[in-house]
């Protein structure tokens, strides 16, 4: 009980502070939306931007997790909370800003997850989206393994596909990544047919997928 009820006054949070970012953006008060994130943040996670602005995700994990309980909601936040500091950075032409903090968004929506099957899926969509706004730049082998992995849980496969071989380009065919590809081709062939439709891969597709890169790694 005492569970749910921190899920819920999170998502609370979170939808209200969503809702008064994007009301602050449209009309054009940047600084605003700025202070209503960097509230939601001292709130649910105890940090403020200046701390997330300084220190790598790999830092900041200790400032999110410092407690034994609701870990993987508090990393949930913390996505959701860098996806909207992404989109200001976006609407004061801050480019390099804006990559940050959605890397930081991907790591956290990452880690959360991936470590925990029972987590409500229901932010997958955010981090879907935060997914396909960094595919759009260059970034880290480390960053394209988790869009990957992003888009796979969100059952967006078409796009988990492309990431993949992305990938595979990028690194002039790695036997580990064209390896890792495999394990995801065969995750897929153990889902519903169904839902290999729904996410735009069906079973033909992902078998000839898997084909494709069982030839490269003979090559």
């Not at 410092?66 to 609407?91: D, P, V």
Request: glycine share 4%; proline share 1%; with cysteine.
């Amino acid at each position: 009980m005492i569970k749910n009820d921190f899920m819920k006054e999170l998502e609370n949070t979170l939808m209200l502070t969503t809702e008064e970012v994007e009301k602050s953006i449209s009309t054009g008060n940047i600084d605003e939306a700025k202070e209503i994130v960097n509230k939601g943040l001292k709130s649910i996670i105890g940090i403020d931007i200046g701390t997330v602005d300084i220190f790598s995700f790999n830092s900041l994990e200790r400032f999110i997790a410092n407690e034994m309980h609701y870990n993987a909601e508090k990393f949930i936040a913390f996505g959701c909370f860098m996806k909207l500091q992404g989109s200001i950075s976006g609407k004061e032409n801050k480019e390099n800003s804006q990559i940050d903090y959605y890397e930081k968004a991907i790591e956290s929506f990452y880690k959360a997850y991936n470590e925990d099957d029972e987590i409500n899926p229901k932010y997958l969509d955010d981090a879907a989206y935060v997914a396909k706004e960094l595919s759009k730049y260059e970034s880290s082998l480390d960053i394209d393994k988790k869009i990957l992995r992003i888009y796979e849980l969100a059952n967006k496969l078409d796009k988990a596909e492309d990431t993949l071989f992305y990938m595979i380009r990028k690194t002039n065919n790695d036997v580990s990544i064209i390896l890792e590809g495999i394990k995801f081709y065969n995750r897929l062939k153990e889902m519903n047919h169904d839902k290999l439709k729904e996410g735009n891969l069906p079973l033909e597709e992902v078998e000839d997928g898997l084909l494709e890169l069982e030839r490269r790694l003979e090559m």
